[in-house]
């Protein structure tokens, strides 16, 4: 066999290089003439440890071979294109990586922002208006950078199909999709002081009373930011093993199974399970516990939940579903706030049950010692129980029939005491059938049918078999009676073509004539 050389996922045979039509010698691989003219014009190479080295190289990498693909005028080969989607998925992933640190990037700017301009400065401070131009700026690169995510989502589908044209991938439901997240995105507290009237009913209040304050326009432009946090999902998908990992790309293909963020949740759930519940859980409360204190720190004459320790407290009895009233929210902003809490308090609930039930689920090695250690004593509890059943018998005939004068009183005793061992003897036995039906598992099931395959399989083997030693037999019986069928006809044939001979001589056998016999003609 000869050797490969791998670039990608694809190899070329050594020493097979074709040749150029034009010029009647070997022509370079795409990748190789790349480089040569990137060493070329550029001998000083960054540093391979940097990633902004390693950032353009694969950018003039795939830029040349591009052109080179171009140059010659022929369609691009497999080499080229699994190199090409190689280096596409290695840029979707950075570009992932840099969406997710601007989107958390503006929101941690936006909650300092809303922090301080209610203690430290006002909203026309040029505090503030540094602070917004710089959420503005983060949102502004998230969205470019956003576009051009999907820009090479794109690319991946052409090189995946073979499409020439990018409009075919555009979709009815890409360009939703890609509608939705570019307008979440760019939702952000704008620059400049914007303030409307905010009514709300106040709930500790015993008649219709209503309050209302100007609220700045941020509260309703801050609060959506959170949605970024899609982005994390995004890139945890991106970076999971499976996802990158051709083999079990591949073994997901042949099983159907589709590597989505729902089944990077489904993974983490299972092999981590306490772990996300918990760091989901603490994240959901300091978030909504922020929301309301925005939302209810306009109407909060009290300051009850516009404090940060009291509204951490009301999404947690919330999120607990326990809910003391000591502490309601004013405004419909913390009301809905507070109903999400309680919808996501009911579905980690559920999960923690979920996972509880499954750590105390003893596994296949357990239950095999467990059906064991209990058979071992049904076991023992059934010959005790047939003991007593035999002892007390015994003892019955005893004092019925070796003695003189029987004894009422003891006799009954030994009576009841029979009756009591075969009932024992009974509920033992249904115990020990109990114990086998709970051992007979989905393993043993597909032991058993295994084991019944097999046996199957060997008396089909010995029907066919058996089949054919009758067909043989079968065969051989035709032949016989053809035989008999035929013997009458070969004896009258036999009869009539051979001449008369006289009974024996007594004496000596004669020696066989060699002319005809005499006829008297």
């Known amino acids: 066999m000869n050797g490969h050389s791998h670039n990608g996922s694809v190899g070329r045979p050594l020493g097979r290089e074709p040749l150029d039509p034009k010029a009647g010698r070997p022509a370079q691989g795409l990748h190789s003439q790349g480089l040569g003219m990137a060493v070329a014009r550029h001998p000083p190479a960054p540093s391979p440890g940097s990633r902004l080295g390693q950032a353009e190289e694969e950018e003039k990498e795939e830029e040349e071979a591009e052109g080179g693909a171009r140059g010659t005028g022929k369609p691009p080969t497999i080499d080229h294109r699994l190199g090409h989607r190689r280096l596409l998925f290695e840029k979707r992933k950075r570009l992932s990586d840099y969406a997710l640190i601007f989107g958390v990037f503006g929101i941690v700017v936006m909650v300092t922002e809303t922090e301080l301009s209610w203690g430290v400065y006002t909203k026309e401070s040029l505090f503030s208006l540094a602070m917004k131009s710089l959420i503005s700026l983060s949102t502004l690169i998230l969205l470019g950078l956003v576009i051009l995510y999907h820009a090479r989502e794109i690319q991946l589908f052409m090189v995946d199909h073979g499409a020439d044209d990018w409009r075919i991938a555009m979709t009815c439901r890409r360009v939703l999709l890609i509608s939705l997240e570019l307008a979440v995105c760019a939702v952000h507290p704008v620059p400049g ?28 432009l801050a609060i959506p930011m959170f949605l970024r946090l899609y982005l994390l999902g995004r890139a945890m998908l991106l970076h999971s093993r499976a996802f990158t990992d051709a083999s079990s790309r591949s073994i997901g293909a042949l099983n159907k199974v589709t590597f989505n963020t729902r089944f990077v949740t489904k993974a983490l759930m299972t092999v981590c399970p306490g772990t996300a519940l918990l760091v989901f859980s603490i994240s959901s409360w300091v978030i909504a516990a922020w929301t309301v204190r925005v939302c209810e720190r306009y109407h909060d004459q009290q300051e009850v939940t516009s404090s940060f320790l009291g509204a951490m407290w009301l999404v947690s009895i919330t999120f607990l579903s326990i809910g003391y009233g000591d502490m309601v929210p ?111 598992s989905l393993g043993d099931l597909a032991k058993t049918q295994s084991v019944m395959f097999d046996v199957v399989s060997e008396l089909q083997a010995q029907q066919e078999e058996l089949e054919a030693r009758l067909a043989a037999l079968e065969s051989r019986l035709d032949a016989l009676v053809a035989s008999l069928q035929a013997l009458p006809g070969l004896v009258a044939q036999a009869i009539r073509g051979s001449p008369p001979h006289p009974g024996p001589s007594p004496g000596p056998p004669s020696l066989p004539c060699r002319w005809p016999p005499a006829d008297g003609r």
């Not at 914007?194 to 009373?209: D, E, K, N, V």
Request: overall charge positive; proline content about 2%; aromatic content about 6%.
């Open 193 to 220: 002081r914007y303030r409307f009237l905010w009514t709300a009913r106040l709930a500790l209040s015993y008649g219709p009373a209503r309050a209302g304050a100007d609220v700045d326009a941020d509260v309703l």
């Open 330 to 440: 004013q405004t419909y902003c913390g009301k809905g706030v507070c109903l999400l809490t309680g919808i996501m308090g009911a579905g980690c609930t559920a999960l923690v049950v979920a996972v509880v039930a499954r750590k105390l689920e003893l596994t296949k090695a357990e239950k095999h010692v467990h059906n064991f250690m209990m058979d071992t004593q049904l076991t023992k509890r059934v010959k005790n129980a047939a003991a007593n059943v035999l002892r007390e018998t015994w003892l019955i005939y005893k004092h019925t029939r070796l003695v003189r004068k029987p004894d009422p009183a003891r006799v009954r005793k030994h009576q009841r005491k029979f009756l009591q061992a075969i009932n024992q003897l009974r509920s033992v036995k249904i115990e020990q059938g109990k114990l086998n039906d709970q051992a007979n």
